[in-house]
């Protein structure tokens, strides 16, 4: 189960790349009268689906969890949380990829933490590690890694234009 659990778990990343180096081609794919944003958001749930089906299949679950899992956990879920609170669909769905007008926010956690929508989430699987086995926690927070670095370099010029 090893080998297809870690392919599970980098499973998103691909796509996530394709979608920030290739937004004219993802908007001109979900046409017209669908939102790129959107149809992202959604074949994003799916991939998140099949990452955490990949962590259970690997996973030994024991209750309770150790006193750092708390902290992790509900911190690192605030700024998912917060994050999308701010930003909105759109704004966490590469939307200014899209063509998308997304207001700058400086608002907490932005300003204050680099990528936190990133941090939160490696936060969060951190918190997991006395069930997961670290190799798979690894391997997803590198995914996270990569992509903030990919998304670190955003060239207003190759962004797509609406399709409408």
């Given amino acids: 189960m090893g080998i297809v659990a870690g392919i599970g778990v980098l499973l998103p990343f691909p796509f996530y790349w394709w979608l920030w180096t290739n937004p004219q081609s993802w908007v001109n794919l979900c046409g017209h009268g669908r939102d790129p944003s959107m149809v992202m958001a959604r074949v994003s749930h799916v991939l998140k689906a099949a990452q955490i089906l ?3 299949s690997v996973a030994s679950l024991s209750w309770p969890p150790p006193l750092y899992f708390w902290p992790l956990m509900a911190f690192g879920q605030f700024l998912n949380f917060r994050v ?5 669909e759109a704004g966490t769905y ?3 990829r899209f063509g998308k007008t997304i207001p700058w926010v400086t608002e907490f956690p932005f300003g204050v933490i680099r990528d936190p929508q990133y941090v939160g989430s490696i936060m969060s699987l951190l ?3 006395s069930w997961i086995p670290f190799q798979y926690i690894l391997l997803w927070c590198l995914g996270y890694v990569f992509m903030m ?5 955003e060239d207003p010029s190759a962004r797509a234009k609406s399709v409408s």
Avoid at 84 to 88: D, E, H, T, V
Avoid at 149 to 153: A, G, I, P, R, T
Wanted: charged share 10%.
């Fill in 54 to 56: 990949s962590l259970f």
């Fill in 94 to 96: 590469y939307g200014v």
């Fill in 84 to 88: 999308y609170q701010l930003l909105g």
């Fill in 149 to 153: 670095l990919v998304e670190s370099k």
């Fill in 127 to 129: 918190a997991c590690l």
